[in-house]
């Protein structure tokens, strides 16, 4: 069955700093790796993803890079703000039946971004 | 709807009790999908749901967990005879096209806790 490694479990950082989390996967779908955003009381968002032609992918100040041959992928937050603290979970397809797929998640990152 | 609602946002039951959980998925969206989510933990599979195919439902734990959906509307998951360990978080998703490579709307979830 198809799992997906994350790292680290929780994580903190001050304002302006890097976080940056991992994730690395065993077999997948297709090459498309998401990453969800996930505020207590909340359910999960999709916050950025990354396509299979691209080996990098920028939105704001999210970033995934993406190493196809090591089968890992990762999220950095650039300038990170107290509002960025929440837990984050990654995600890779994984088939389902047929021709469908589903997304298998990452056990989380709970980022605590302190002043 | 504007998102995906869930019902009960909360639902305490006793060990042994029936328990049903409601999604209303966003109107039109074609894939249903259910998730677990347990104190601190990942998000686990447990059902699929896309138009008219049979669901794939090999993320349900036991078979005390059933689901339904009819057509490409309401969701329900039942849980039987509910046991301690089936206290977490059940989250419910849609999209509006089946497969891992379109991005999961979200509802709040519902948190079950069994006593």
């Known amino acids: 069955q198809q799992q997906v490694k994350q790292s680290p479990q929780s994580l903190i950082v001050q304002k302006g700093g890097i976080p940056i989390i991992n994730c690395a996967y065993e077999?997948?779908?297709?090459?498309?790796f998401p990453w969800y955003q996930q505020f207590p009381g909340k359910g999960p968002a999709l916050l950025i993803a990354?396509?299979?032609?691209?080996s990098e992918k920028k939105e704001g100040r999210f970033t995934i890079s993406f190493n196809k041959s090591a089968k890992q992928f990762s999220l950095h937050i650039m300038d990170s703000q107290p509002g960025d603290s929440a837990t984050y979970f990654c995600?890779?397809?994984?088939?389902?039946?047929?021709?469908?797929?589903?997304?298998?998640f990452g056990t989380g990152t709970r980022l605590q971004v302190t002043l | 709807g504007a998102g995906v609602s869930q019902s009960p946002s909360n639902k305490v039951t006793e060990k042994g009790k029936d328990v049903e959980l409601r999604c209303d998925p966003i109107?039109?969206?074609?894939?249903l999908y259910w998730y677990r989510q347990r104190l601190g933990q990942g998000l686990e599979f447990l059902i699929y749901?896309?138009?008219?195919?049979?669901?794939?439902k090999s993320g349900l734990p036991s078979d005390r967990f059933s689901a339904e959906r009819t057509g490409e509307s309401v969701s329900t998951l039942t849980i039987q005879r509910t046991q301690q360990e089936d206290s977490a978080v059940y989250l419910c998703?849609?999209?509006?096209?089946?497969?891992?490579?379109?991005?999961?709307?979200f509802g709040s979830g519902t948190r079950l806790t069994v006593v």
């Open positions: 998703a849609s999209s509006d096209v089946g497969g891992a490579n379109y991005g999961y709307t």
């Open positions: 077999n997948t779908a297709f090459d498309y």
């Open positions: 990354i396509r299979p032609d691209v």
């Open positions: 995600a890779a397809p994984t088939f389902s039946t047929g021709t469908a797929s589903k997304l298998t």
């Open positions: 109107s039109g969206h074609t894939a």
């Open positions: 749901f896309q138009g008219n195919s049979a669901p794939d």
